[in-house]
Protein backbone atom coordinates (compact mmCIF):
# COMPACT_ATOMS: atom_id res chain seq x y z
CA UNK A 1 0.00 0.00 0.00
CA UNK A 2 1.01 3.29 -0.92
CA UNK A 3 1.94 5.90 1.99
CA UNK A 4 -0.69 7.85 0.30
CA UNK A 5 -3.54 5.38 0.54
CA UNK A 6 -2.32 4.91 4.54
CA UNK A 7 -2.94 8.09 5.47
CA UNK A 8 -6.42 8.67 3.54
CA UNK A 9 -7.39 5.39 5.48
CA UNK A 10 -8.43 6.94 8.95
CA UNK A 11 -9.05 10.31 7.75
CA UNK A 12 -12.83 10.18 7.46
CA UNK A 13 -13.01 8.78 10.69
CA UNK A 14 -10.71 11.29 11.73
CA UNK A 15 -12.52 14.36 10.40
CA UNK A 16 -15.62 13.12 12.32
CA UNK A 17 -14.19 13.45 15.51
CA UNK A 18 -12.70 16.75 14.85
CA UNK A 19 -16.05 18.08 13.52
CA UNK A 20 -17.84 16.86 16.20
CA UNK A 21 -15.45 18.35 19.09
CA UNK A 22 -15.85 21.64 17.89
CA UNK A 23 -19.75 22.05 16.61
CA UNK A 24 -20.74 23.10 19.69
CA UNK A 25 -18.34 25.70 19.77
CA UNK A 26 -20.04 28.99 20.27
CA UNK A 27 -20.25 32.17 19.05
CA UNK A 28 -20.34 31.02 15.62
CA UNK A 29 -17.53 33.19 14.25
CA UNK A 30 -15.01 31.29 16.79
CA UNK A 31 -16.52 27.74 15.40
CA UNK A 32 -15.75 29.13 11.89
CA UNK A 33 -12.25 30.69 12.51
CA UNK A 34 -11.06 27.50 15.00
CA UNK A 35 -12.92 24.94 11.76
CA UNK A 36 -10.78 26.87 9.01
CA UNK A 37 -7.14 25.47 9.02
CA UNK A 38 -8.36 21.68 9.77
CA UNK A 39 -10.73 21.66 7.03
CA UNK A 40 -8.46 23.03 5.19
CA UNK A 41 -6.65 19.58 4.18
CA UNK A 42 -3.51 18.59 5.60
CA UNK A 43 -1.85 15.03 5.38
CA UNK A 44 -3.38 13.75 8.38
CA UNK A 45 0.11 11.90 8.81
CA UNK A 46 -0.13 12.87 12.94
CA UNK A 47 -3.26 11.08 13.72
CA UNK A 48 -2.73 8.40 11.16
CA UNK A 49 0.56 7.22 13.64
CA UNK A 50 -1.98 7.52 16.89
CA UNK A 51 -4.37 4.61 15.01
CA UNK A 52 -1.45 2.74 13.81
CA UNK A 53 0.72 3.09 16.74
CA UNK A 54 -2.65 1.41 18.66
CA UNK A 55 -2.95 -1.11 16.33
CA UNK A 56 0.62 -2.34 15.68
CA UNK A 57 0.60 -3.31 19.77
CA UNK A 58 -2.92 -5.03 19.38
CA UNK A 59 -5.57 -2.28 19.98
CA UNK A 60 -8.56 -1.29 18.06
CA UNK A 61 -8.85 1.51 15.86
CA UNK A 62 -11.84 3.20 17.75
CA UNK A 63 -10.10 3.46 20.95
CA UNK A 64 -7.41 5.79 19.04
CA UNK A 65 -9.32 7.88 16.99
CA UNK A 66 -10.22 10.98 19.93
CA UNK A 67 -6.80 10.71 20.50
CA UNK A 68 -5.51 11.24 17.26
CA UNK A 69 -8.06 13.93 16.23
CA UNK A 70 -7.18 15.47 19.50
CA UNK A 71 -2.93 15.71 18.46
CA UNK A 72 -4.59 16.84 15.04
CA UNK A 73 -5.85 19.70 16.97
CA UNK A 74 -2.43 20.20 18.77
CA UNK A 75 -0.86 20.48 15.40
CA UNK A 76 -3.38 23.15 14.47
CA UNK A 77 -3.70 24.96 17.11
CA UNK A 78 0.63 25.40 16.83
CA UNK A 79 -0.01 26.45 13.30
CA UNK A 80 -1.99 29.11 14.07
CA UNK A 81 -0.39 30.65 16.92
CA UNK A 82 3.24 30.41 14.78
CA UNK A 83 1.53 32.08 11.92
CA UNK A 84 0.73 35.04 13.83
CA UNK A 85 3.73 35.09 15.66
CA UNK A 86 5.79 35.02 11.88
CA UNK A 87 3.27 37.23 10.17
CA UNK A 88 2.87 33.96 7.74
CA UNK A 89 -0.42 35.06 5.74
CA UNK A 90 -0.77 31.86 4.05
CA UNK A 91 -1.12 28.21 4.87
CA UNK A 92 -2.03 25.06 3.12
CA UNK A 93 -2.68 27.61 0.53
CA UNK A 94 -5.20 29.82 2.30
CA UNK A 95 -5.30 33.09 3.84
CA UNK A 96 -4.35 32.34 7.77
CA UNK A 97 -6.53 32.21 10.42
CA UNK A 98 -5.53 35.37 11.32
CA UNK A 99 -5.93 36.82 7.99
CA UNK A 100 -9.06 35.91 7.65
CA UNK A 101 -10.34 36.74 11.17
CA UNK A 102 -7.90 39.04 12.58
CA UNK A 103 -5.37 38.69 15.48
CA UNK A 104 -7.70 38.37 18.59
CA UNK A 105 -9.82 35.61 17.05
CA UNK A 106 -6.88 33.60 15.54
CA UNK A 107 -5.74 33.45 19.05
CA UNK A 108 -8.68 32.65 20.56
CA UNK A 109 -9.40 29.75 18.25
CA UNK A 110 -5.57 28.60 18.75
CA UNK A 111 -6.81 28.42 22.52
CA UNK A 112 -9.98 26.71 21.65
CA UNK A 113 -8.68 23.96 19.91
CA UNK A 114 -5.86 23.59 22.83
CA UNK A 115 -8.49 23.37 24.93
CA UNK A 116 -10.61 20.62 22.59
CA UNK A 117 -7.74 18.71 22.41
CA UNK A 118 -7.31 17.88 25.99
CA UNK A 119 -11.21 17.03 26.54
CA UNK A 120 -11.19 15.04 23.20
CA UNK A 121 -8.53 12.95 24.60
CA UNK A 122 -10.29 12.67 27.90
CA UNK A 123 -13.68 11.34 26.09
CA UNK A 124 -11.37 8.15 25.22
CA UNK A 125 -14.06 7.01 28.10
CA UNK A 126 -16.70 6.63 25.55
CA UNK A 127 -14.98 4.41 23.29
CA UNK A 128 -13.76 2.00 26.05
CA UNK A 129 -10.55 3.25 27.00
CA UNK A 130 -9.88 3.00 30.84
CA UNK A 131 -8.85 5.88 32.71
CA UNK A 132 -5.80 4.63 34.44
CA UNK A 133 -4.87 4.30 30.62
CA UNK A 134 -6.27 7.59 29.73
CA UNK A 135 -3.96 9.42 31.81
CA UNK A 136 -0.86 8.86 30.98
CA UNK A 137 -1.81 9.32 27.19
CA UNK A 138 -3.18 12.83 27.97
CA UNK A 139 0.70 13.25 29.67
CA UNK A 140 2.62 12.45 26.71
CA UNK A 141 0.26 14.58 24.83
CA UNK A 142 0.56 17.75 27.46
CA UNK A 143 4.18 16.93 27.90
CA UNK A 144 4.77 17.79 23.72
CA UNK A 145 2.55 20.94 23.74
CA UNK A 146 5.21 22.14 26.39
CA UNK A 147 7.83 21.44 24.65
CA UNK A 148 6.01 22.80 21.30
CA UNK A 149 6.27 26.09 23.05
CA UNK A 150 10.03 26.14 24.31
CA UNK A 151 10.70 24.94 20.77
CA UNK A 152 9.20 27.95 19.16
CA UNK A 153 11.03 30.33 22.16
CA UNK A 154 13.91 28.61 20.98
CA UNK A 155 13.61 28.85 16.93
CA UNK A 156 13.00 32.43 17.51
CA UNK A 157 16.13 33.29 19.85
CA UNK A 158 18.40 31.81 17.08
CA UNK A 159 17.07 34.35 14.42
CA UNK A 160 19.06 36.54 16.70
CA UNK A 161 22.05 34.49 17.02
CA UNK A 162 25.00 33.40 15.11
CA UNK A 163 26.82 30.73 17.46
CA UNK A 164 24.03 28.51 17.65
CA UNK A 165 25.76 24.75 18.25
CA UNK A 166 24.31 21.18 16.71
CA UNK A 167 23.33 20.52 19.26
CA UNK A 168 20.96 23.31 20.10
CA UNK A 169 19.77 23.22 16.69
CA UNK A 170 18.06 19.22 17.40
CA UNK A 171 16.96 20.08 21.03
CA UNK A 172 15.06 22.64 19.08
CA UNK A 173 13.38 20.46 16.34
CA UNK A 174 12.91 17.79 18.53
CA UNK A 175 10.90 20.13 20.81
CA UNK A 176 9.03 22.19 17.77
CA UNK A 177 8.82 19.07 15.30
CA UNK A 178 9.38 15.75 16.99
CA UNK A 179 7.80 15.83 20.31
CA UNK A 180 4.50 16.09 19.15
CA UNK A 181 5.05 13.29 16.33
CA UNK A 182 6.85 11.39 19.51
CA UNK A 183 3.32 11.86 21.63
CA UNK A 184 1.29 11.00 18.89
CA UNK A 185 2.86 7.11 18.51
CA UNK A 186 3.32 7.02 22.67
CA UNK A 187 0.03 8.36 22.83
CA UNK A 188 -1.33 5.13 20.34
CA UNK A 189 0.73 2.82 21.37
CA UNK A 190 -0.72 3.90 25.42
CA UNK A 191 -4.34 3.48 24.59
CA UNK A 192 -3.88 0.48 21.92
CA UNK A 193 -2.82 -1.29 25.69
CA UNK A 194 0.62 -2.06 24.31
CA UNK A 195 3.58 -3.09 26.69
CA UNK A 196 5.83 -0.26 28.16
CA UNK A 197 8.40 -1.72 26.18
CA UNK A 198 6.03 -0.98 23.06
CA UNK A 199 5.25 1.90 24.08
CA UNK A 200 8.88 3.34 24.66
CA UNK A 201 9.91 1.98 21.54
CA UNK A 202 7.00 3.35 20.07
CA UNK A 203 7.40 7.40 21.20
CA UNK A 204 11.34 6.60 20.25
CA UNK A 205 9.92 5.92 16.82
CA UNK A 206 8.05 9.14 16.48
CA UNK A 207 10.90 10.94 17.47
CA UNK A 208 13.71 9.70 15.04
CA UNK A 209 11.30 9.74 12.45
CA UNK A 210 10.17 13.41 13.75
CA UNK A 211 13.92 14.77 13.65
CA UNK A 212 14.16 13.22 10.09
CA UNK A 213 10.61 15.03 8.66
CA UNK A 214 12.77 18.46 9.82
CA UNK A 215 16.06 17.82 8.49
CA UNK A 216 14.90 16.43 5.36
CA UNK A 217 12.87 19.72 5.22
CA UNK A 218 16.32 21.31 6.15
CA UNK A 219 17.94 19.46 3.35
CA UNK A 220 15.31 19.59 0.46
CA UNK A 221 15.58 23.72 0.54
CA UNK A 222 18.48 23.54 -0.95
CA UNK A 223 18.95 19.28 -3.06
CA UNK A 224 15.05 19.85 -4.13
CA UNK A 225 13.77 21.37 -7.45
CA UNK A 226 11.14 24.75 -7.59
CA UNK A 227 8.98 22.97 -9.06
CA UNK A 228 8.91 20.01 -6.37
CA UNK A 229 9.24 22.26 -3.57
CA UNK A 230 6.90 25.14 -4.68
CA UNK A 231 8.77 27.67 -3.54
CA UNK A 232 12.20 28.38 -5.10
CA UNK A 233 15.64 26.43 -3.74
CA UNK A 234 17.30 28.24 -0.69
CA UNK A 235 14.48 30.16 0.88
CA UNK A 236 15.53 28.95 4.04
CA UNK A 237 19.12 30.82 2.67
CA UNK A 238 17.36 33.82 1.96
CA UNK A 239 14.97 34.15 5.27
CA UNK A 240 18.39 33.12 7.11
CA UNK A 241 17.47 30.48 8.81
CA UNK A 242 19.57 28.42 10.96
CA UNK A 243 19.45 24.35 9.51
CA UNK A 244 21.61 21.46 10.16
CA UNK A 245 23.28 22.03 7.10
CA UNK A 246 24.04 26.17 7.81
CA UNK A 247 24.89 24.82 11.69
CA UNK A 248 27.11 22.29 10.40
CA UNK A 249 28.73 24.55 7.60
CA UNK A 250 29.17 27.32 10.55
CA UNK A 251 30.97 24.34 12.53
CA UNK A 252 33.19 23.17 9.76
CA UNK A 253 34.07 26.36 7.81
CA UNK A 254 36.91 28.03 7.45
CA UNK A 255 37.54 31.46 8.54
CA UNK A 256 37.02 32.84 5.79
CA UNK A 257 34.28 30.57 4.67
CA UNK A 258 31.92 30.94 7.66
CA UNK A 259 32.19 34.86 7.75
CA UNK A 260 31.18 35.03 4.00
CA UNK A 261 28.28 32.25 4.46
CA UNK A 262 27.24 34.47 7.73
CA UNK A 263 27.10 37.67 5.45
CA UNK A 264 25.05 35.65 3.11
CA UNK A 265 22.42 34.74 5.10
CA UNK A 266 22.31 38.01 6.94
CA UNK A 267 21.61 39.87 3.74
CA UNK A 268 18.41 40.29 2.37
CA UNK A 269 17.36 38.89 -1.69
CA UNK A 270 18.53 35.79 -3.24
CA UNK A 271 21.82 37.09 -5.47
CA UNK A 272 24.16 34.80 -3.47
CA UNK A 273 22.10 31.69 -2.56
CA UNK A 274 24.40 29.46 -5.05
CA UNK A 275 27.56 30.68 -3.35
CA UNK A 276 26.23 29.85 0.39
CA UNK A 277 25.01 26.35 -1.64
CA UNK A 278 28.34 26.10 -2.38
CA UNK A 279 29.96 26.73 0.52
CA UNK A 280 27.68 23.77 2.04
CA UNK A 281 29.06 21.54 -0.45
CA UNK A 282 32.23 22.00 -0.11
CA UNK A 283 32.46 21.00 3.90
CA UNK A 284 29.64 18.26 2.85
CA UNK A 285 27.06 19.58 4.96
CA UNK A 286 24.07 18.58 2.50
CA UNK A 287 25.36 15.47 2.48
CA UNK A 288 25.84 15.09 6.33
CA UNK A 289 22.24 16.26 6.84
CA UNK A 290 21.27 13.77 4.39
CA UNK A 291 23.21 10.97 6.49
CA UNK A 292 21.46 11.84 9.61
CA UNK A 293 17.92 11.92 8.42
CA UNK A 294 18.96 8.61 7.19
CA UNK A 295 20.35 7.18 10.11
CA UNK A 296 17.16 8.24 12.14
CA UNK A 297 14.98 6.48 9.84
CA UNK A 298 17.42 3.31 9.53
CA UNK A 299 17.37 3.23 13.70
CA UNK A 300 13.41 4.35 13.66
CA UNK A 301 12.62 0.95 11.63
CA UNK A 302 14.59 -1.39 13.56
CA UNK A 303 13.10 -0.56 16.69
CA UNK A 304 10.12 -1.23 15.47
CA UNK A 305 11.32 -4.78 14.12
CA UNK A 306 12.63 -5.14 17.49
CA UNK A 307 9.18 -4.57 19.33
CA UNK A 308 6.29 -5.50 17.26
CA UNK A 309 5.29 -8.69 16.06
CA UNK A 310 4.92 -8.55 11.69
CA UNK A 311 1.46 -6.92 11.30
CA UNK A 312 0.06 -4.46 8.50
CA UNK A 313 0.06 -2.03 10.75
CA UNK A 314 3.68 -2.35 11.96
CA UNK A 315 4.05 -2.70 7.29
CA UNK A 316 2.49 0.60 7.90
CA UNK A 317 4.66 2.55 9.88
CA UNK A 318 7.47 1.09 8.02
CA UNK A 319 6.58 2.74 5.11
CA UNK A 320 6.33 5.81 6.79
CA UNK A 321 9.35 6.09 7.94
CA UNK A 322 10.90 5.79 4.61
CA UNK A 323 8.00 8.18 3.15
CA UNK A 324 10.01 10.89 5.40
CA UNK A 325 12.71 10.42 3.02
CA UNK A 326 11.23 10.24 0.06
CA UNK A 327 9.24 12.68 -0.34
CA UNK A 328 10.74 15.42 -2.89
CA UNK A 329 8.51 18.52 -0.87
CA UNK B 1 -10.70 35.32 60.05
CA UNK B 2 -10.77 38.03 57.50
CA UNK B 3 -10.97 37.15 53.91
CA UNK B 4 -7.79 38.88 53.05
CA UNK B 5 -6.02 36.37 55.81
CA UNK B 6 -7.96 33.08 54.73
CA UNK B 7 -6.66 34.08 51.29
CA UNK B 8 -2.72 34.63 52.28
CA UNK B 9 -2.93 31.03 53.79
CA UNK B 10 -2.39 29.25 51.23
CA UNK B 11 -0.28 31.60 49.36
CA UNK B 12 2.89 30.05 50.36
CA UNK B 13 2.07 26.66 49.12
CA UNK B 14 0.21 27.76 46.34
CA UNK B 15 3.27 29.69 44.99
CA UNK B 16 5.89 27.19 45.56
CA UNK B 17 3.83 24.57 43.26
CA UNK B 18 3.71 27.08 40.52
CA UNK B 19 7.25 28.01 40.91
CA UNK B 20 7.73 24.15 40.51
CA UNK B 21 5.48 24.22 37.62
CA UNK B 22 7.46 26.48 35.82
CA UNK B 23 11.38 26.21 37.03
CA UNK B 24 12.37 24.08 33.83
CA UNK B 25 10.76 26.08 31.36
CA UNK B 26 13.40 27.05 28.95
CA UNK B 27 14.72 29.30 27.12
CA UNK B 28 14.85 31.25 29.77
CA UNK B 29 13.58 34.57 28.08
CA UNK B 30 10.01 32.45 28.16
CA UNK B 31 10.23 31.28 31.59
CA UNK B 32 10.84 34.48 32.54
CA UNK B 33 7.48 36.37 30.54
CA UNK B 34 5.49 32.82 31.76
CA UNK B 35 6.61 33.64 35.33
CA UNK B 36 5.70 37.34 35.16
CA UNK B 37 2.43 37.77 35.84
CA UNK B 38 1.92 34.96 38.25
CA UNK B 39 4.17 36.93 40.44
CA UNK B 40 3.03 40.22 39.91
CA UNK B 41 0.72 39.37 42.99
CA UNK B 42 -3.13 39.17 42.20
CA UNK B 43 -5.20 38.16 45.19
CA UNK B 44 -4.92 34.03 44.10
CA UNK B 45 -9.16 34.19 45.02
CA UNK B 46 -8.97 31.06 42.72
CA UNK B 47 -6.75 28.63 44.08
CA UNK B 48 -7.97 29.47 47.63
CA UNK B 49 -11.33 28.19 46.38
CA UNK B 50 -10.12 25.23 45.15
CA UNK B 51 -8.06 24.33 48.42
CA UNK B 52 -10.90 25.65 50.63
CA UNK B 53 -13.87 23.34 48.70
CA UNK B 54 -11.32 20.54 49.20
CA UNK B 55 -10.94 21.04 52.78
CA UNK B 56 -14.56 21.76 53.22
CA UNK B 57 -15.62 18.11 52.33
CA UNK B 58 -13.32 16.81 53.86
CA UNK B 59 -9.98 16.13 52.04
CA UNK B 60 -6.28 17.54 52.63
CA UNK B 61 -5.14 20.41 51.67
CA UNK B 62 -2.18 18.51 50.12
CA UNK B 63 -4.46 16.66 47.68
CA UNK B 64 -5.41 20.24 46.44
CA UNK B 65 -2.49 22.61 45.66
CA UNK B 66 -1.26 21.43 42.58
CA UNK B 67 -5.06 21.92 41.34
CA UNK B 68 -4.91 25.14 42.87
CA UNK B 69 -1.99 26.23 41.04
CA UNK B 70 -3.07 25.01 37.82
CA UNK B 71 -6.44 26.51 38.22
CA UNK B 72 -4.30 30.22 38.83
CA UNK B 73 -2.15 29.24 35.94
CA UNK B 74 -5.19 29.13 33.69
CA UNK B 75 -6.35 32.15 34.49
CA UNK B 76 -3.15 34.08 34.32
CA UNK B 77 -2.59 32.46 30.44
CA UNK B 78 -5.53 34.23 29.65
CA UNK B 79 -5.33 37.38 30.93
CA UNK B 80 -1.57 37.03 28.80
CA UNK B 81 -3.92 36.76 25.89
CA UNK B 82 -7.03 38.98 26.80
CA UNK B 83 -4.23 41.61 27.37
CA UNK B 84 -3.04 41.06 23.45
CA UNK B 85 -6.41 40.98 22.42
CA UNK B 86 -7.54 44.36 24.19
CA UNK B 87 -4.07 46.14 23.69
CA UNK B 88 -4.14 46.28 27.40
CA UNK B 89 -0.74 48.00 28.64
CA UNK B 90 -0.87 47.20 31.82
CA UNK B 91 -1.73 44.18 34.49
CA UNK B 92 -1.95 44.29 38.46
CA UNK B 93 0.44 47.79 37.79
CA UNK B 94 2.79 46.60 36.37
CA UNK B 95 3.67 46.47 31.68
CA UNK B 96 1.46 43.31 30.13
CA UNK B 97 3.91 40.18 29.05
CA UNK B 98 3.56 41.84 25.34
CA UNK B 99 4.52 45.31 26.08
CA UNK B 100 7.89 43.80 27.89
CA UNK B 101 8.65 40.75 25.78
CA UNK B 102 6.53 41.58 22.07
CA UNK B 103 3.47 39.76 21.59
CA UNK B 104 4.51 36.34 19.84
CA UNK B 105 6.80 35.37 23.57
CA UNK B 106 3.34 36.98 25.02
CA UNK B 107 1.23 34.50 23.01
CA UNK B 108 3.94 31.38 23.83
CA UNK B 109 4.07 32.42 27.69
CA UNK B 110 0.24 31.70 27.67
CA UNK B 111 0.18 28.55 25.81
CA UNK B 112 3.18 27.44 28.02
CA UNK B 113 1.19 28.55 30.95
CA UNK B 114 -1.98 26.56 29.57
CA UNK B 115 0.05 23.23 29.07
CA UNK B 116 1.59 23.63 32.40
CA UNK B 117 -1.88 23.68 34.33
CA UNK B 118 -3.27 20.73 33.01
CA UNK B 119 0.44 19.12 33.33
CA UNK B 120 -0.09 20.35 36.96
CA UNK B 121 -3.38 18.87 37.61
CA UNK B 122 -1.88 15.26 36.47
CA UNK B 123 0.94 15.50 39.19
CA UNK B 124 -1.93 15.28 41.42
CA UNK B 125 -0.91 11.73 41.60
CA UNK B 126 2.46 12.38 43.25
CA UNK B 127 0.21 13.97 46.18
CA UNK B 128 -2.34 10.80 46.76
CA UNK B 129 -4.84 11.53 44.63
CA UNK B 130 -6.01 8.41 42.68
CA UNK B 131 -6.06 8.28 38.66
CA UNK B 132 -10.14 8.15 38.23
CA UNK B 133 -10.46 11.32 40.65
CA UNK B 134 -7.69 13.01 38.41
CA UNK B 135 -9.76 12.76 35.38
CA UNK B 136 -12.96 14.47 36.49
CA UNK B 137 -11.17 17.22 38.10
CA UNK B 138 -8.99 18.08 34.82
CA UNK B 139 -12.45 17.40 33.03
CA UNK B 140 -14.11 20.10 35.46
CA UNK B 141 -10.49 22.59 34.34
CA UNK B 142 -10.57 21.72 30.70
CA UNK B 143 -14.42 22.70 30.08
CA UNK B 144 -13.84 25.94 32.10
CA UNK B 145 -10.77 26.54 29.50
CA UNK B 146 -13.28 25.78 26.40
CA UNK B 147 -15.87 28.25 27.96
CA UNK B 148 -13.25 31.24 28.76
CA UNK B 149 -12.36 31.34 24.99
CA UNK B 150 -16.33 31.19 24.00
CA UNK B 151 -16.99 33.88 26.73
CA UNK B 152 -14.20 36.22 25.07
CA UNK B 153 -15.47 35.77 21.57
CA UNK B 154 -19.03 36.47 22.75
CA UNK B 155 -17.64 39.62 24.44
CA UNK B 156 -15.52 40.85 21.49
CA UNK B 157 -18.82 40.28 19.59
CA UNK B 158 -21.01 42.08 21.69
CA UNK B 159 -18.32 45.50 21.24
CA UNK B 160 -20.33 45.65 17.63
CA UNK B 161 -24.01 44.90 18.90
CA UNK B 162 -26.19 47.54 20.82
CA UNK B 163 -29.10 44.61 20.78
CA UNK B 164 -27.61 42.26 23.33
CA UNK B 165 -29.99 41.04 25.89
CA UNK B 166 -29.77 40.13 29.52
CA UNK B 167 -29.96 36.42 28.65
CA UNK B 168 -26.96 36.78 26.52
CA UNK B 169 -25.10 38.75 28.77
CA UNK B 170 -25.11 36.76 31.72
CA UNK B 171 -24.47 33.70 29.71
CA UNK B 172 -21.20 35.80 28.17
CA UNK B 173 -19.96 36.76 32.25
CA UNK B 174 -20.79 33.00 32.83
CA UNK B 175 -18.26 31.54 30.23
CA UNK B 176 -15.70 34.56 30.33
CA UNK B 177 -15.22 34.68 34.15
CA UNK B 178 -17.88 32.42 36.25
CA UNK B 179 -16.82 29.07 34.34
CA UNK B 180 -13.35 28.80 35.86
CA UNK B 181 -14.26 29.97 39.23
CA UNK B 182 -16.84 26.80 39.41
CA UNK B 183 -14.01 24.71 37.91
CA UNK B 184 -11.85 25.58 40.86
CA UNK B 185 -14.47 25.01 43.44
CA UNK B 186 -15.95 21.61 41.44
CA UNK B 187 -12.51 20.28 41.02
CA UNK B 188 -11.38 21.02 44.69
CA UNK B 189 -14.33 19.18 45.77
CA UNK B 190 -13.34 16.46 43.54
CA UNK B 191 -9.93 16.22 44.59
CA UNK B 192 -10.60 16.48 47.83
CA UNK B 193 -13.56 13.35 48.00
CA UNK B 194 -16.70 15.11 47.76
CA UNK B 195 -19.91 13.35 47.61
CA UNK B 196 -21.51 13.88 43.71
CA UNK B 197 -23.70 15.70 45.87
CA UNK B 198 -21.42 18.45 47.44
CA UNK B 199 -19.55 18.14 43.83
CA UNK B 200 -22.34 19.67 42.20
CA UNK B 201 -23.02 22.56 44.92
CA UNK B 202 -19.75 23.67 45.45
CA UNK B 203 -19.93 23.72 41.66
CA UNK B 204 -22.88 25.59 41.20
CA UNK B 205 -21.53 28.02 44.22
CA UNK B 206 -18.41 28.98 42.45
CA UNK B 207 -20.65 29.75 39.28
CA UNK B 208 -23.50 31.82 41.57
CA UNK B 209 -20.33 33.96 42.99
CA UNK B 210 -18.17 34.35 39.87
CA UNK B 211 -21.25 35.65 38.04
CA UNK B 212 -21.83 37.95 41.38
CA UNK B 213 -18.28 39.18 40.98
CA UNK B 214 -18.48 39.80 37.45
CA UNK B 215 -22.08 42.28 38.28
CA UNK B 216 -20.78 44.00 41.40
CA UNK B 217 -17.92 44.70 38.93
CA UNK B 218 -20.36 46.42 36.60
CA UNK B 219 -22.20 47.81 39.42
CA UNK B 220 -19.41 49.30 41.51
CA UNK B 221 -18.37 50.89 38.50
CA UNK B 222 -21.22 53.61 38.60
CA UNK B 223 -21.53 53.29 42.22
CA UNK B 224 -18.16 53.67 43.67
CA UNK B 225 -16.10 56.64 43.93
CA UNK B 226 -12.75 57.46 41.93
CA UNK B 227 -10.80 56.56 45.16
CA UNK B 228 -12.11 53.40 45.61
CA UNK B 229 -11.67 52.21 42.13
CA UNK B 230 -8.76 53.24 41.19
CA UNK B 231 -10.16 54.91 37.98
CA UNK B 232 -12.63 57.64 37.16
CA UNK B 233 -16.02 56.28 37.63
CA UNK B 234 -18.05 55.38 34.65
CA UNK B 235 -15.15 54.33 32.97
CA UNK B 236 -17.27 50.73 31.15
CA UNK B 237 -19.60 53.73 29.49
CA UNK B 238 -16.61 55.89 27.99
CA UNK B 239 -15.34 52.60 26.57
CA UNK B 240 -18.83 51.67 25.52
CA UNK B 241 -18.67 48.52 27.42
CA UNK B 242 -22.40 46.19 27.41
CA UNK B 243 -22.97 45.99 31.43
CA UNK B 244 -25.86 44.59 33.49
CA UNK B 245 -26.69 47.96 34.15
CA UNK B 246 -26.68 49.11 30.56
CA UNK B 247 -28.07 46.10 28.87
CA UNK B 248 -31.14 46.52 31.40
CA UNK B 249 -31.57 49.75 31.17
CA UNK B 250 -31.83 49.58 27.30
CA UNK B 251 -34.34 46.73 27.52
CA UNK B 252 -36.11 48.88 30.09
CA UNK B 253 -35.78 52.83 28.78
CA UNK B 254 -38.33 54.81 26.62
CA UNK B 255 -37.08 55.27 22.77
CA UNK B 256 -35.72 58.38 23.75
CA UNK B 257 -33.83 57.67 26.86
CA UNK B 258 -32.75 54.32 24.73
CA UNK B 259 -31.20 55.64 21.58
CA UNK B 260 -29.49 58.88 23.64
CA UNK B 261 -28.29 55.95 26.25
CA UNK B 262 -26.51 54.29 22.94
CA UNK B 263 -25.65 57.32 21.63
CA UNK B 264 -23.66 58.51 24.83
CA UNK B 265 -22.04 54.63 24.60
CA UNK B 266 -20.57 54.83 21.59
CA UNK B 267 -19.36 58.90 21.68
CA UNK B 268 -15.42 58.80 23.29
CA UNK B 269 -14.93 61.25 25.90
CA UNK B 270 -16.18 61.12 29.20
CA UNK B 271 -18.93 64.44 29.09
CA UNK B 272 -21.84 62.74 29.33
CA UNK B 273 -21.24 59.75 31.96
CA UNK B 274 -23.52 61.37 34.65
CA UNK B 275 -26.26 61.81 31.72
CA UNK B 276 -26.15 57.69 31.24
CA UNK B 277 -25.79 56.97 34.89
CA UNK B 278 -29.01 58.79 35.16
CA UNK B 279 -30.77 57.33 32.66
CA UNK B 280 -29.33 54.30 34.15
CA UNK B 281 -30.77 55.35 37.80
CA UNK B 282 -34.55 56.22 36.16
CA UNK B 283 -34.95 52.58 35.16
CA UNK B 284 -33.71 50.91 38.61
CA UNK B 285 -30.60 49.51 36.47
CA UNK B 286 -28.01 49.87 38.99
CA UNK B 287 -30.21 48.91 41.57
CA UNK B 288 -31.46 45.95 39.96
CA UNK B 289 -27.69 44.84 38.91
CA UNK B 290 -26.91 45.34 42.92
CA UNK B 291 -29.73 43.11 43.95
CA UNK B 292 -29.16 40.22 41.13
CA UNK B 293 -25.57 39.98 42.85
CA UNK B 294 -26.99 40.02 46.20
CA UNK B 295 -29.44 36.92 45.45
CA UNK B 296 -26.77 35.15 43.56
CA UNK B 297 -24.66 35.48 46.90
CA UNK B 298 -27.53 34.55 49.38
CA UNK B 299 -27.91 31.23 47.13
CA UNK B 300 -24.71 30.49 47.18
CA UNK B 301 -24.45 30.84 50.34
CA UNK B 302 -27.72 28.48 51.43
CA UNK B 303 -26.14 25.61 49.20
CA UNK B 304 -23.25 25.64 51.03
CA UNK B 305 -25.34 25.21 54.16
CA UNK B 306 -27.46 22.36 52.74
CA UNK B 307 -24.53 20.02 51.87
CA UNK B 308 -21.53 20.80 53.99
CA UNK B 309 -21.10 20.36 57.76
CA UNK B 310 -19.53 22.99 59.61
CA UNK B 311 -15.87 23.73 59.67
CA UNK B 312 -13.44 26.37 59.56
CA UNK B 313 -13.55 25.63 55.47
CA UNK B 314 -17.30 26.52 55.24
CA UNK B 315 -17.36 28.91 57.00
CA UNK B 316 -14.33 30.66 54.55
CA UNK B 317 -16.12 30.23 51.51
CA UNK B 318 -18.85 31.76 53.24
CA UNK B 319 -17.18 34.85 54.05
CA UNK B 320 -15.40 34.97 50.62
CA UNK B 321 -19.22 35.22 48.92
CA UNK B 322 -20.05 37.91 51.32
CA UNK B 323 -16.66 39.21 50.41
CA UNK B 324 -17.62 39.36 46.95
CA UNK B 325 -20.51 41.58 47.25
CA UNK B 326 -18.37 43.50 50.54
CA UNK B 327 -15.77 44.72 47.99
CA UNK B 328 -15.03 48.44 46.37
CA UNK B 329 -13.05 48.00 43.93
Same mark, same amino acid.
Given at each position: MEVTEILKKYSADIDQEITAALE???PETLRQASEHLVKA %? %??KLRPSLVVLSAEAVGGQVKSALKTGAAVELIHTFSLIHDDIMDQDEKRRGKPSVHVLWGEPTAILAGDTLFSKAFETVMRSEEDGVPAPTILPALNAVVDSCVKICEGQALDMGF???????EEEYLNMIFKKTAALIAAATKAGAIVGGGTPEQIEALSEYGRLIGMAFQIQDDYLDVASSEEDLGKPVGSDIVEGKMTLLVVNALARASEEDHNRLLTILKE?????VSEAMEIMEKYGSIEYAWQVAQEDVNQAKQLLRDVLDDSPAREALLLIADFVLQRSN
Open positions: EVD %G %GKAERTDVTEGDEH
